[in-house]
Nanobody, 117 residues
Framework: QVQLVESGGGLVQPGGSLRLSCAASGSTLNINAMGWYRQALGKQRELVAAITSAGTTNYADSVKGRFTISRDNAKNTVYLQMVSLKPEDTAIYYC???????????WGQGSQVTVSS
């Protein structure tokens, strides 16, 4: 089993920045891809960004140029740097991990990000 522990969410004003972190522990040898999903109230869950252990990334069109995903393989930790935040970025952000991009059997508990003045 793999455990994912997230940190870094909170309340920020529009235009502000936040960084989310997610540390994986347990049986991490089979973890290749890590990333972030988000779910806003009343909306479907969507993939925000993902990264492989080799550094291949993908992003949702809505966050390109504003969010950056990075990873420390030695620490089994993934980060999501978010800048120029908008109210529509408000959501619960979930850390995910799995063997392949788009295959994530492991999910974190979720971290609330609220962008509001």
């Amino acid at each position: 089993q793999v455990q994912l522990v997230e940190s870094g969410g909170g309340l920020v004003q529009p235009g502000g920045s936040l960084r989310l972190s997610c540390a994986a522990s347990g049986s991490t040898l089979n973890i290749n891809a890590m990333g972030w999903y988000r779910q806003a109230l009343g909306k479907q869950r969507e993939l925000v960004a993902a990264i492989t252990s080799a550094g291949t990334t993908n992003y949702a069109d809505s966050v390109k140029g504003r969010f950056t995903i990075s990873r420390d393989n030695a620490k089994n930790t993934v980060y999501l740097q978010m800048v120029s935040l908008k109210p529509e970025d408000t959501a619960i952000y979930y850390c995910v991990a799995g063997p392949l991009l788009a295959e994530y059997p492991y999910w974190g508990q979720g971290s609330q990000v609220t962008v509001s003045s």
